[in-house]
């Protein structure tokens, strides 16, 4: 049996699924307007995005939550090849929506969907800090990779392409990692819509109940 869940008074759908290669959540509202893909960010899980999800599919979408390589259920260990080959997968789809954190939001960058909404995107393949601080913050324990952060830096090296134009919408942290602040920076400067969300960091700014009404709306 699909479970529902309700969001307002509407039904949505969720199922299990499959799509590019790795084991998906689906949430199917009942009025459709396009397809969308959220994609969780390094040392998480699809299940961590569930609320962005229910929040796209609120808003008529249809929507897909996988498990990124190295992650979950995903069969491949995170490094830049099977990111590769992840986003190639995802582009032979048709999604008009794209919603990513950290890694996630790198991947979303490069899917040419019509709308984007990115949360706490790293720029560099650096990421300042104590080593002890980094494991916490980025849950490198929770990602199967060769060592810690080594997979991460091989997928953002490979996530390369040209960052798209607006409109593209930005969450980041008030007090974000470095590297996400300095991605910050590089967006106003190509024209996108920033937001600064208060009183998060950079791993609770998928469940903020200001970016969670603002994606849906936004959508």
């Not at 007090?175 to 300095?182: E, S, V």
């Amino acid at each position: 049996m699909t479970p529902t869940v309700g969001l307002n008074g509407k039904g949505i759908a969720l199922s299990p699924t499959v799509i590019a290669g790795t084991p998906a959540y689906l949430l199917t509202p009942e009025n459709q307007k396009g397809a969308a893909i959220i994609l969780h960010g390094y040392g998480g899980v699809k299940e961590e995005v569930l609320g962005l999800g229910i929040a796209a599919a609120g808003a008529g979408w249809k929507t897909y939550l996988p498990d990124l390589p190295g992650h979950g259920a995903h069969p491949e260990p995170l490094s830049g090849q099977s990111i590769r080959r992840f986003a190639a997968a995802l582009k032979t789809y048709t999604f008009t929506a794209a919603i990513g954190h950290s890694l996630g939001g790198r991947i979303a960058m490069t899917l040419g969907t019509k709308r984007t909404c990115l949360l706490s995107i790293p720029l560099d393949v650096r990421f300042d800090g104590r080593k002890s601080e980094l494991l916490r913050v980025l849950r490198a324990r929770r990602v199967r990779e060769s060592k810690p952060f080594t997979g991460l830096e091989e997928a953002l090296a490979v996530l390369n392409e040209p960052w798209p134009s607006p409109p593209v919408l930005l969450f980041h942290s008030f007090r974000d990692l470095p590297t996400c602040l300095a991605a910050v920076a590089s967006a106003r400067e190509i024209g996108w819509e920033t937001r600064s969300v208060n009183n998060v960091g950079h791993l609770d700014i998928i469940t903020a109940p200001e970016v969670l009404n603002a994606v849906g709306a936004y959508l």
